[in-house]
């Protein structure tokens, strides 16, 4: 997909952005599997996907939802937020090199590729970092139904607290 900004996506909804906010930065979370395997990092994930990456929504009592609630209604619901990156970060693997340095097998690299391939989401999209990023070094923008537009995480994490 064209990056016509520049930046790469950590797409979320509302719910997690009072724990964001208060963690000081975006952190690595494991993978969907139950367990995670001896060895295996967890992977902070981003998008190349300019609108939103339908795969975006990891939180288990949304995951149902997620499957069939379009853009419009998971904005009326949850809200839709965004963290941007540059594109051009280093600390940035793309997929599935991310998967490989990540120690994640391949059957369970195949189950992401088929779980977000069901959801409408395009892996060649994803990029992945084992690493933390800082707030200070993102960007970060609010859907507002029509497009996306810079907002205040300290502002908006205080009225969802």
Request: charged content about 20%; glycine content about 8%.
């Amino acid at each position: 997909m064209e990056n016509e900004s520049g930046y790469v996506w950590h797409y979320t909804v509302g719910t997690p952005l009072a724990a964001i906010a208060r963690s000081g930065g975006l952190m690595p979370a494991a993978a969907r599997g139950p367990v995670a395997r001896a060895g295996e990092q967890e992977i902070l994930w981003f998008s190349r996907n300019q609108q939103w990456d339908p795969s975006a929504t990891k939180d288990q009592a949304l995951d149902r939802a997620r499957h069939t609630l379009s853009q419009a209604a998971m904005h009326a619901r949850f809200g839709l937020y965004r963290f941007g990156l540059p594109a051009h970060d280093m600390r940035l693997l793309p997929w599935p090199t991310v998967t490989r340095v990540a120690d994640i097998d391949v059957p369970e690299a195949m189950t992401m590729v088929a779980s977000g391939l069901r959801c409408g989401a395009a892996p060649t999209d994803w990029l992945g970092t084992l690493t933390s990023i800082p707030l200070s070094e993102l960007r970060f923008e609010t859907w507002t139904g029509a497009t996306w537009a810079l907002a205040n995480l300290d502002e908006l994490a205080a009225q969802l607290a």
